[in-house]
């Protein structure tokens, strides 16, 4: 088990990009959270199978059909366990 934490740019508040990730997360059977920040991007904190972490990698950085990605910043660590399931943060 893996943990990564995205940062993704760009045109990703408004368009429903945290509902489509949730939505996306957890039908990869991943947990953890998507949440905005303050600066317009959006971030996400996932953990779960390497393959499945990556495929969530891959669809965040295009995102949902009306999103514009420009960027995503992403840091892989070890599991910690700590989430149940995939949440959407305010």
């Not at 957890?26 to 905005?36: A, D, H, P, Q």
């Not at 891959?58 to 990605?69: F, L, Q």
Request: net charge negative; proline share 6%.
């Amino acid at each position: 088990m893996k943990r990564l934490h995205l940062k993704i740019e760009g045109f990703v508040q408004g368009v429903f990009f945290r509902m489509h990730t949730q939505q996306t997360a957890t039908s990869m059977g991943l947990v953890g959270w998507v949440r905005n920040s303050p600066d317009g991007a959006v971030e996400v904190m996932a953990e779960g199978e390497p393959a499945s972490l990556q495929k969530l990698l891959t669809w965040c950085r295009k995102g949902p059909p009306s999103a514009h990605v420009t960027d995503v910043a992403d840091e892989w660590e070890p599991a910690t366990g700590e989430f149940t399931d995939f949440s959407i943060r305010c």
